[in-house]
């Protein structure tokens, strides 16, 4: 069982950035592909990025952070963060950290029941 915690969140303008760290306690000896969605009132939960930590260093973006959020993991592969940079409006939500034991997720880009840990989430808010 792994257990997630997200943190990092709350408001900023337009054009200034966010770190959000994701801690993971538990079985961590697995590789996971590890991700960050978000929720928001208009598009859902989106996969917004995402890597599996082998240490092959692929990771994924949507289209919509492309360039300006960045995923990574620490030395001990126990901590994921999110850097988010040059934020607007449409960044606005819910951002959940998630681990799935497949592998295959990391290319399925839906928040499924295959996604086997979620943390509680943390808001994000830019005006």
């Known amino acids: 069982h792994v257990q997630l915690v997200e943190s990092g969140g709350g408001s900023a303008q337009a054009g200034e950035s966010l770190r959000l760290p994701c801690a993971a306690s538990?079985?961590?000896?697995?590789?996971?592909?590890m991700g960050w969605f978000r929720q928001t009132p208009g598009k859902g939960r989106e996969d917004v990025a995402n890597?599996?930590?082998?240490?092959?260093?692929?990771?994924y973006y949507s289209d919509s952070v492309k360039g300006r959020f960045t995923i990574s993991l620490d030395p001990g592969k126990n901590m994921v963060y999110l850097q988010m940079n040059n934020l607007n409006p449409a960044d606005t939500g819910t951002y959940y950290c998630?681990?799935?034991?497949?592998?295959?997720?990391?290319?399925?880009?839906?928040?499924?029941?295959?996604?086997?840990?979620w943390g509680q989430g943390t808001q994000v808010t830019v005006s």
């Open positions: 890597l599996y930590n082998d240490g092959d260093d692929d990771k």
């Open positions: 538990g079985d961590t000896s697995n590789n996971y592909c």
């Open positions: 998630a681990a799935a034991v497949k592998r295959l997720m990391c290319s399925a880009h839906q928040p499924s029941d295959e996604w086997d840990y």
